[in-house]
């Protein structure tokens, strides 16, 4: 099943019922003993959630880009987190522009 790309890190994919948000990306793997990296990287994929139509899903994937950026220390101040939101409401709307 194909992954479609939407904004940073996330993508979706769908099944009959459900438009599928997902995080994708590479990170160092670890051993269960130890629990320490290996050293050796490799692909992963996680589900975020499960949404029932497009629009939902855009803006599902909006929300969880802003609260990561914020978590992660990306944006630090008030002028920050609203210019971000504008500029995923942009992506958003482009994104549902002809939905």
Known sequence: ???IHLVDNLYFKSDSMN???LECGNKEKI???TKQGTGEFGDYETVL???GSF???VKGAMRVALKRD???DRLTTLGEVLQRIQELDKIG???LKDY
């Open 93 to 95: 709307n482009e994104l």
């Open 19 to 21: 438009y599928i948000l």
């Open 31 to 33: 051993d269960l003993r």
């Open 49 to 51: 959630g499960y949404y």
């Open 55 to 57: 629009e939902a899903l």
């Open 70 to 72: 914020i978590a992660e």
């Open 1 to 3: 099943m194909a992954k």
